[in-house]
């Protein structure tokens, strides 16, 4: 059974950090794509940053947050992560975790097959 969960997520004051995680379970990490998006209140779902399966050695990153988040991943722990630095109030919303096999770590939500519960991120003074 493909599960994916994250974690990480808080309230966090602007110019702050957080790394979020996303534990994966049920399958072979290293085959796929995982990426994190985001949706803030009452706004569609966003990409923000993807890293492929390993074979591709991809990652991809929104504009929004190139050279602010990284993500990275532990293949033999089943983790991905993603590190947040110098938040912004426009980078409150749910963060969810997704998976697709043997993908290059795009940033389109519609390429994902399996999908976590998200968890809040709020940027706030």
């Known amino acids: 059974q493909v599960q994916l969960v994250e974690s990480g997520g808080g309230l966090v004051h602007p110019g702050g950090s957080l790394r979020l995680s996303c534990a994966t379970s049920?399958?072979?990490?290293?085959?796929?794509?995982i990426a994190w998006f985001r949706q803030a209140p009452g706004k569609g779902r966003e990409g923000v940053s993807g890293?492929?399966?390993?074979?591709?050695?991809?990652?991809n990153y929104a504009p929004s947050v190139r050279g602010r988040f990284t993500i990275s991943r532990d293949n033999a722990k089943n983790m991905v992560y993603l590190q947040m630095n110098n938040l912004n109030p426009e980078d409150t919303g749910v963060y969810y975790c997704?998976?697709?096999?043997?993908?290059?770590?795009?940033?389109?939500?519609?390429?994902?097959?399996?999908w976590g519960r998200g968890t809040q991120v709020t940027v706030s003074s």
């Open positions: 049920g399958f072979t990490l290293d085959h796929y794509a």
């Open positions: 890293s492929s399966a390993t074979s591709y050695g991809q990652t």
């Open positions: 997704a998976g697709e096999i043997l993908g290059r770590g795009g940033l389109e939500s519609k390429s994902y097959d399996y």
